[in-house]
């Protein structure tokens, strides 16, 4: 199957992709200098040696909250949705099923976290890296957003928007942040 034929839209590319990058890298600055803040009220003394190193680290793993990276994290994101039902299901939705387990009763909590959009840089090689996404993302009804830099560098760019060398994929996590309503807005603007 062809990675083109996922998808129905275009992907981004050239100024489209530019403004998605721009978008996105002030609301992550929004959301992460947001968190900084409230770490720094809630801490007495804070390390500035600590907010000073590695502030590509700090990127990526102050945004766990929010994104899922790396196109075997998003896989594996997606795999745990139920099919065709994704989206009655809310954010991390918590299903209980009791199981039999030495002849005593045990919850066992299943969670799910419910994905807003999956962007995608398609023009990888080889292409079959991401079509298991696609296929993914559409069973389970979870919006996708290609982007394409042309010769591989829609994952260089989705990259460096992250303080990573490359991304493949970005699940975004639903929720009510900047990042989701820049989002939001993009997609928008894509299906109208």
């Not at 992709?17 to 968190?35: F, G, M, P, S, Y």
């Not at 409230?38 to 500035?48: S, T």
């Not at 799910?112 to 991401?130: E, K, S």
Request: charged share 25%.
């Amino acid at each position: 199957m062809d990675s083109r034929s996922a998808y129905p839209q275009r992907p981004l590319s050239g100024k489209q992709l530019e403004h998605l990058l721009q978008a996105l890298d002030r609301a992550i600055d929004i959301v992460l200098e947001t968190k900084k803040a409230g770490d720094l009220q809630a801490q007495e003394e804070p390390n500035f040696k600590k907010l000073k190193a590695g502030a590509k680290e700090r990127r990526i793993k102050g945004l766990k909250e929010n994104l899922i990276v790396g196109i075997n994290n998003v896989t594996c994101a997606l795999e745990k949705l139920p099919s065709d039902a994704a989206n009655t299901f809310n954010t991390n939705l918590e299903l209980k099923v009791v199981q039999n387990i030495d002849a005593g009763l045990q919850d066992l909590e299943l969670k799910f976290t419910q994905l807003q959009v999956v962007i995608v840089a398609i023009d990888v090689n080889p292409r079959t890296l991401i079509n298991h996404v696609m296929l993914l993302c559409t069973s389970r009804g979870v919006p996708i957003l290609p982007v394409s830099g042309g010769d591989g560098c829609g994952s260089l760019r989705l990259g460096e928007l992250l303080g990573t060398r490359t991304a493949i994929a970005i699940g975004i996590k639903e929720g009510d942040t900047p990042i989701n309503w820049a989002l939001q807005s993009i997609l928008e603007t894509r299906a109208g």
